[in-house]
């Protein structure tokens, strides 16, 4: 399957650099590949097709198989000025990096499971624009349901709704920067020690009520004041209290990518401030909602929260 999609990629990279080069034939119909579609553009004044040089775009996908809670990398190579990827109804656009241009796309828990299409769009530095089509399979994950039981009394943590609300904004506010200079890189590290005491996407049931959603980190079970480290580098924009998470230090690692850590019981590092992998952030705490000292540590990928210990073992291919 993959070499065949590899040849639909180049076909598709050589529709483009026909329209790239198309001459007096602007707006070329491509008819090698559907559903690529090379669209009619503006000349450029001043510039003729001869003085800009194009090399053809490549478009590489890290897998075209994917589970709910894994994320993936999509980079193109080539002469692209600019371009976006679609995919399950979300629109990425393109970040520059050092060799490419590329972004990280997670695929959430709710996703729906099948073959989905994705488009990305590119513009060339000749000012012609153009698309590749890709197909990406999400397959179903089986999280486990967790049931916890408890006699229940006055000192049992309570859901506000209102709270929960003004939370949840804010850290939609917080995860949805788009800073686009990498500031990670290489494997990521799990930031604490500890063992891990609930998986993400993990379901609850409390004393055999309704099972809860999913779980949207990864919990650490570790004695208060244990050292919380940096998965990777970047640059903290969040240190503060929150009514559920408790004390919370967030970090953004550029390009959509950024991490949370929950339920501190002291910070070691203050909003603005850049961190290197590895550095200590934070202590494990009790805060907010939490019934142990624990760290819940979550992976946000342009809003979408996905599994964090897939970027530390390297599942996620990259
Ligand atoms: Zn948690």
């Not at 009394?153 to 309570?158: N, R």
């Not at 904004?169 to 494997?187: C, D, H, I, S």
């Not at 640059?235 to 209290?241: D, G, K, M, P």
């Amino acid at each position: 399957m993959r070499s065949r999609r590899l040849v639909l990629a180049t076909l598709a990279a050589l529709a483009l650099l026909a329209a790239a080069c198309g001459g007096e034939e602007r707006g070329v119909e491509v008819t090698t590949v559907t559903p690529v579609a090379v669209e009619e553009t503006p000349e450029r004044v001043g510039v003729t097709e001869e003085e800009v040089r194009i090399v053809p775009p490549e478009l590489l996908v890290s897998a075209d198989e994917v589970a709910q809670g894994s994320a993936i990398l999509v980079s193109v190579t080539g002469s692209v000025t600019e371009g976006d990827v679609e995919l399950l109804g979300r629109v990425y656009p393109l970040t520059q990096g050092d060799f490419s241009k590329y972004t990280y796309i997670g695929i959430g828990v709710h996703d729906t499971p099948g073959v989905h299409a994705m488009r990305v769009r590119l513009t060339l530095a000749n000012g012609t624009s153009g698309s590749f089509e890709h197909e990406v399979s999400v397959s179903e994950t089986q999280w486990d349901v967790a049931r916890i039981y408890y006699v229940e009394g006055a000192g049992d943590p309570v859901l506000d709704a209102d709270e929960r609300g003004r939370e949840d904004v804010l850290l939609a506010e917080a995860y949805a920067l788009e800073t686009p200079e990498k500031l990670w890189e290489g494997r990521w590290r799990v930031p604490t020690e500890g063992a891990i005491s609930s998986h993400f996407g993990e379901r609850r049931s409390f004393n055999d009520g309704p099972v809860g959603g999913n779980h949207g980190g990864t919990d650490f079970g570790a004695a208060e004041g244990t050292p919380v480290q940096a998965a990777n580098s970047g640059r903290v924009v969040l240190a503060r209290q929150l009514a559920i998470r408790g004390n919370t230090v967030i970090i953004d690692h550029g390009g959509g990518v950024l991490t949370g850590y929950a339920h501190l019981s002291a910070y070691a590092v203050a909003e603005g401030q850049i961190v290197e992998k590895g550095q200590l952030i934070a202590f494990v705490g009790n805060s907010g909602l939490s019934t142990a000292p624990h760290l819940h540590w979550e992976i946000s990928v342009h809003g979408v929260l996905v599994d964090p210990m897939r970027w530390v073992d390297g599942r996620n291919g990259f």
